[in-house]
């Protein structure tokens, strides 16, 4: 068996090493348009970023129960996330073993054993095969390596990630500066208690879904692409986080390494969070509650908006405000931004009745102006002669850099850009080896063959 | 349910307005046929005027047309629950307001220059609001045709309409606007009313 792709528990390397091509693309100073525009490019992403490293995949919350799962997307996979009767979160490939069939078509949904509805193979949660039609039609079928592909994956807090990476670095690790960030945003909630509101919001852009990532780290826009979500704040006499002076503000960005990355914006806004909302529906009442029951205090209050604290996980995972964005490539062009709400379960119950408005409002006034800002640049990118894209603001202008590299630097910086970038490119430069994981692999022929081969 | 009561905790009146929206769903989708053709018509106008305001921007004048106590809700699902899931948008009369103010505001980005609107509506069938002699519900289909900057997009829905009349003619009280789009990824939905 020479075609190492033939054993399904093989460690592949796919694809080209691009080292030299992707030095010239991202310069320290500088990127390349090709990788907004390069079908190529785009296509390798699909299997290095998106399957090399670490990508969110759902949170624990949204299978809570026995039996539950979600579907998801993992680059071009679809995954089931699943909740095992044992209680065991497993990452199915949404795949039939058999022809390939897509097994789940809900969205979410609880099982006892996913059925494929084209010859009904079926399969227990953990992925193992349960049952095939006319078996005997098989020549040594417990041989065969049919039970579900599955990726690895793994929890931090409830938040759970999945790679098809061979070997990837633990989750803890490769999380590293920005874990104490995300502790930030579970620990705001009593108890550290996170819910996943099932439904979510669902926008596409005509654009490359990394002008999503170089916004969230992008104070700067801010002021101008948000100037009308600033001037309705403004009739309201309200000074919105987004209103501030670039120029003077004490808010910071930093880079937290694996292109992670964060924007403070607490030193901004001396009053706190809750004082950068505006009017909302049923605000009044609410906060007339809060009062009837003693617990109209301001930390209470702040724990209806967002901390103010923006943390990107490359490459998937926005933090803002009380959503968490997951960012979704869906073509060169083309990018799904779902926005899932995070309740906070140990709360006073009005504090998650206001959440269910507070970010409807900057979804309604905020992101619109995003969208259009990314399709613009995706149309401007189309300028073929004009090759390149400055991302030097900050350095040696501004940026500290501390002993591990790190760079912290004021909202207009753009080293969160520079920092995901390096990090890209090192995914992308070589071919990741890969594994598809499966429940069994050791009674399958293939396993023993390689057994006997070492023997 | 207006005509109700209000109830004294400010928790449990979100709450009651919420259920409230549900429930109006609720009816229109398990209603028997309406009969009562004269007055289905009367309130249809109302519906074919609120198209036609929208469509030509005028949204001030649209906006006169809401009671104070405006809900316009979008829900991501059909199924959810205003109280329990995430919506597009729920608004009162005053964010109704902002976003009104907004459709003028040309830094805007996203919504100015300001696409072109057409939306057709359909299936207008109306019944007395349970309990309340001088509400309607009104159920109806709509399609909305989006063009702008080059693109175009195009989505249909159900509406379901709450109208009062109080002496001033019909009024908008409550609007829910279903898009089954929306659960599959919709671009930027910043210009919708």
Known sequence: MDDPSLRPDSVIRRGPDLSAELDHLVQSDLVHRGLYTDQGLFDLEMERVFGGTWCYLGHESEIAEPGSFVRRRLG????????????????????????????????????????????????????????????????????????????????????????????????????????????????????????????????????????????????????????????????????????????????????????????????????????????????????????????????????ATGNMINLSLFPNLILVGNQLMVVEPLAVDRTRLTFYLALADHAPDEVNALRLRVDEDFISFGTPDDLEMFERVQEGLAVVEEEWIDISRGDNAGDQIDANGRVVGDIASEAPIRGYLQAWKKLMAKPIPTKVRRSRIEAAKFARQGKRASA | MSGASAPANGLEAVRALYDGLVADKRFVETAPLHTDFARGEEVAALLRAECRLLDARRFDDWLSFWEDDALFWVPLDPEAHPGEDQSLLLDDRRRLGERVWRMNDKTAWGIWPPPKITRVLGGVETWTAPGADHEVLVASSLIIHYVRREHAWQTAGHQIHRLRNSGRGWRLCRKILVLPLIQTGVPNLGWLL
């Open chain 1, 76 to 303: 071009r996979r679809q995954i089931l996330l699943v909740r095992t009767g044992e209680g065991e979160l497993r990452g199915l490939l949404n795949r039939c073993t058999h022809r390939g069939t897509t097994l789940v078509g809900e969205d979410r949904g609880c099982a006892k054993r996913f059925v494929c509805p084209y010859h009904g193979w079926s399969f227990a949660l953990d992925g193992r095969i349960l049952g095939l039609p006319l078996s005997a039609s098989y020549d040594k079928l417990y041989e065969r390596p049919f039970d579900l592909g599955q990726i690895e994956v793994a929890s931090y807090r409830g938040f759970v990630f999945g790679t098809l990476a061979a070997d990837p670095m633990p989750l803890e690790g490769w999380l590293g500066a920005a874990k104490p960030w995300l502790d930030e945003h579970i620990d705001r909630h009593p108890g550290g208690a996170i819910r996943v509101v099932p439904t979510s919001i669902k926008f596409e852009f005509r654009g490359n879904w990394k002008l999503s990532w170089d916004n969230a780290a992008d104070g700067l826009h801010a002021t101008f692409a948000h100037r009308s979500y600033n001037l309705i704040g403004k009739e309201a006499k309200t000074e919105t986080v987004l209103a501030r002076n670039p120029a003077t503000t004490t808010m910071v960005s930093r880079t937290l390494g694996h292109g992670h990355c964060v924007v403070d914006q607490r030193p901004g806004i001396p009053g706190g969070p809750w004082s950068t909302m505006r009017p909302l529906p049923t605000r009044d009442a609410l906060e007339a509650s809060l009062e009837e029951r003693g617990l109209h205090r301001p930390e209470t209050l702040d724990l």
